[in-house]
């Protein structure tokens, strides 16, 4: 027999559990990201065009659905007209943002392969550089290399290297969000108001966030909000999970402390 099981777990009891026997854990999960395979082969990149055989590896692999979701574009004529392979490999933001804003993505990942020849073995050589392009964060790059067997076929060293880059992806998203019992935190954060729905929008996004275990009001005037925020690992994985929710969040130097403001999706 087969069946399709929905298992849903206890949060806080699973929380609990863990932290209770010391085990780091990750469980913010980013908004879908944007994959962007470029292929560069005899001196030419190629992106929408056809034969693309890179593109082609990353369609043949169902797209992750856990802590870092992927989506590929349609290749239609209309991302033609959004992004060419040389403005995303260059990291053109307003390209970037524009193709991103299309599919409702989070960011973008530009993953370059370049394929070569070994001139000794003669064998087939994928060197893969990926790009992230997220918000708030300078672009990262992760590079590796991914050499063929004698007689093996292209296809198959193109689905391993994308395999192998996905792997890669989660786990340095699990790394940068590990959170472990006792690395509980608490800092002031200033929230500007311009109109009571704004705040209240803030502080339920803030709520929202997964390691923030309790938010406290210490001011709140027409202009201001002064928050003590109480969240589990560091202020840059704070910041980086108020930003999956259009937050942004800056420590500034004449404040004294943390401001956070709602990120213009315009």
């Known amino acids: 027999y087969l069946a399709t099981l929905n298992v849903r777990f206890k949060s806080e009891a699973v929380r609990t559990l863990i932290g209770g026997l010391g085990i780091p854990y990750a469980e913010v999960a980013s908004r879908a990201n944007l994959v962007l395979p470029v292929y560069e082969n005899a001196g030419s990149r190629l992106l929408w065009d056809e034969p693309n055989p890179w593109f082609d590896a990353w369609l043949r692999r169902e797209p992750p659905t856990g802590l870092l979701p992927l989506v590929l574009p349609l290749r239609d004529l209309s991302d033609i007209s959004e992004i060419s392979a ?157 930003a999956l929710k259009d937050l942004d969040m800056s420590y500034e130097l004449e404040r004294g402390g943390w401001v956070v403001r709602p990120r213009s999706t315009e």
């Not at 292209?154 to 699990?174: N, P, Q």
């Not at 560091?234 to 910041?239: G, S, V």
């Open 86 to 242: 040389e403005q995303a490999v260059a990291g053109e933001a307003a390209r970037l943002d524009a193709v991103a804003k299309k599919y409702k993505a989070f960011g973008v990942y530009v993953a370059l392969g370049q394929l070569s020849v070994d001139p000794v073995s003669n064998v087939p050589v994928l060197n893969v550089t990926m790009t992230q392009h997220q918000p708030g964060e300078p672009a990262r790059d992760t590079t590796r290399s991914f050499q063929g067997r004698e007689g093996s076929d292209i296809a198959g060293l193109f689905d391993w290297a994308v395999e192998e880059m996905i792997a890669g992806l989660e786990e340095s998203w699990k790394s940068d969000n590990l959170q472990q019992s006792g690395s509980e935190q608490r800092i002031r954060v200033f929230v500007p108001i311009v109109r009571l729905g704004d705040w209240l929008a803030v502080k339920r996004k803030i709520t929202g966030v997964p390691s923030v275990r309790q938010m406290d009001v210490a001011r709140l005037s027409i202009r201001e909000a002064q928050v003590d925020v109480t969240f589990l690992g560091e202020p840059e994985q704070l910041r980086r999970a108020l």
